[in-house]
Nanobody
Framework: QVQLVESGGGLVQAGGSLRLSCAASGRTFSNYAMGWFRQAPGKEREFVACISRSGASTYYADSVKGRFTISRDNARNTVYLQMNNLKPEDTAVYYC????????????????????WGQGTQVTVSS
């Protein structure tokens, strides 16, 4: 079992930045591909970004491409989401997720494959 704990959310003005962290425990972190998802009130959960086990492969939703950066530190068992030039439409609860995989290059852009989820952290962007 992998436990995931997100942090770093908060209230920020449009154009500002936040860095989310997701700390993992319980299993070998480097065996898991990781992803970030978000869910705004009244909307379905949507994919934001994902990263392979090694960190060599990343993928982003079009809505965040060029503004958000996903990274990981396997020595610290942590995945990050650097969010720049935030917009009010980025307001949501952000969740990290972990997917066990044997393949170092795999990334997953939908929620269904992920085995483990964090509790979420609120990001609010004011206009």
């Amino acid at each position: 079992q992998v436990q995931l704990v997100e942090s770093g959310g908060g209230l920020v003005q449009a154009g500002g930045s936040l860095r989310l962290s997701c700390a993992a425990s319980g299993r070998t972190f480097s065996n898991y591909a990781m992803g970030w998802f978000r869910q705004a009130p009244g909307k379905e959960r949507e994919f934001v970004a994902c990263i392979s086990r090694s960190g060599a492969s990343t993928y982003y939703a079009d809505s965040v491409k060029g503004r958000f950066t996903i990274s990981r530190d396997n020595a610290r068992n942590t995945v990050y989401l650097q969010m720049n030039n935030l917009k009010p439409e980025d307001t949501a609860v952000y969740y990290c997720a972990a997917k066990f995989t044997y393949y170092s290059g795999d990334v997953y852009t939908t929620g269904q494959p992920y085995d483990h989820w964090g509790q979420g952290t609120q990001v609010t962007v004011s206009s």
